[in-house]
């Protein structure tokens, strides 16, 4: 998980020579005749790990930019509480003055993500950023133009921007599927979520079809 900027920066230097192996890799099996089926097994570990990589860039940009997920499992909050903290532009320093305890102890934890942190504490990390959780009901809706498939969207935006527009934030969930699905770049991912915002935003209420119903 990337906590700051200097850790942004190793990472992208890390993708960047990542790929570049992973291309030369690619290239010296075809030049041994390799099969491309062969070639993807044994290529599949170091994409894996690459993947991962631009995944958590990818987090750590929205964050930065003032977006953050929807928190979708409790498990995870540990997680979520370093974004939050990311989106509201405080360093740990900052964060730890505010929480009355040593940058060095907020270091450890966020290392950690969290682990097994309790209500309490949770609540105490959430007052100190000013930032605020809340649970909502989900209902499945249809998507206009996708063919009837249906997705699970909140009654009401979920989406969490600290500075910026706003989008909402399952739509970022739904463009990393087709990342994940297609192979795209995190950038692509973010430019079909700012494209669905952009489709919802223009429709009116009567452009929306009825929900479906179980």
């Known amino acids: 998980m990337i906590r700051n900027d200097a850790?942004?920066?190793?990472?992208?230097?890390?993708?960047?020579?990542?790929?570049?192996?992973?291309?030369?890799?690619?290239?010296?099996?075809?030049?041994?005749?390799?099969?491309?089926?062969?070639?993807?097994?044994?290529?599949?570990?170091?994409?894996?790990?690459?993947?991962?990589?631009?995944e958590d860039a990818a987090a750590y940009l929205n964050a930065k930019n003032g977006h953050l997920a929807p928190l979708d499992d409790l498990k995870h909050i540990g997680r979520w509480l370093v974004h939050a903290r990311i989106a509201r532009g405080l360093s740990q320093k900052e964060l730890a003055e505010r929480l009355g305890v040593s940058e060095a102890q907020v270091s450890r934890d966020e290392r950690n993500e969290y682990a097994k942190v309790g209500v309490d504490r949770a609540q105490a990390i959430l007052d100190a950023l000013g930032v605020s959780l809340r649970i909502v009901e989900e209902r499945p809706v249809l998507i206009p133009g996708a063919e009837g498939a249906a997705y699970t969207i909140p009654f009401e935006p979920h989406g969490v921007s600290v500075a910026g527009s706003e989008v909402d934030s399952e739509l970022y969930r739904i463009a990393g599927n087709f990342r994940a699905k297609k192979n795209l770049s995190p950038e692509k991912s973010r430019q079909i979520a700012h494209a669905l915002n952009h489709l919802l935003n223009s429709l009116s209420d009567d452009d929306v079809p009825a929900t479906r119903q179980e």
């Open 7 to 54: 850790e942004y920066k190793r990472v992208l230097q890390q993708i960047e020579e990542g790929r570049a192996h992973f291309h030369a890799q690619r290239a010296s099996f075809q030049e041994q005749g390799v099969p491309a089926e062969a070639a993807d097994i044994a290529l599949q570990a170091t994409e894996s790990f690459l993947l991962g990589l631009e």
